[in-house]
């Protein structure tokens, strides 16, 4: 039925075989439940992201709806809770507590077969792994959470060396 080849191209392709210029809550549903139905859960989109490629495609958006439909269903999300403010990346101090936190809840998440869990842990860890490259401590920061991702059971050790290495101690010293 869908020409698309990714889930992307499939919710510009639904968007236009609606055929509206504007853009609310039931424009968005429709595209997630196609999305939904060819690729799956996981490849769903907040509505927030939807509505920002539809908009960059020159969409009209109803915000109203759309965040209506946002709050509706962030409020909804049984993982609110062990989510807020789970990552303080200001200090290698508050990472390590950070990475611990989220160790913690990635294995009780494992422990329940939560694989809802698990790929939103994911997700927020790599999101905030994106916007750290600006400053030495922001790189250390970043190849943390990338040594965490790859390696949860190992990371204990591995920060343990790595803060023990010559490299890290010339770095960050005065820290």
């Known amino acids: ?17 609606l055929d509206c210029e504007n853009v609310g809550a039931a424009e968005i549903e429709a595209i997630e439940a196609a999305v939904h139905g060819v690729y799956g859960p996981s490849a769903v989109e907040s509505p927030m992201r939807i509505a920002r490629l539809l908009a960059d495609e020159g969409a009209e958006l109803r915000h109203s709806e759309i965040m209506e439909l946002f709050v509706r269903r962030f409020e909804s999300r049984p993982y609110t809770a062990e989510f807020r403010n789970i990552l303080k990346l200001t200090s290698l101090r508050s990472t390590l ?13 494992a422990a329940e077969g939560d694989k809802e869990g698990l790929r939103l842990i994911r997700e927020r860890v790599i999101a905030a792994k ?13 190849e943390w959470l990338a040594v965490w991702l790859q390696t949860p059971e ?22």
């Open 154 to 175: 190992a990371f204990e050790t591995w920060v343990s060396l790595r803060q023990r290495s010559a490299d890290f101690q010339e770095r960050f010293s005065e820290i």
């Open 1 to 17: 039925m869908w020409e698309a080849k990714n889930s992307r191209d499939l919710m510009i392709e639904v968007w236009e075989k």
């Open 97 to 109: 507590t950070s990475i611990r936190r989220l160790e913690n809840l990635r294995r009780k998440f």
């Open 130 to 142: 994106k916007g750290l490259t600006a400053t030495p401590l922001e790189r250390e920061i970043a």
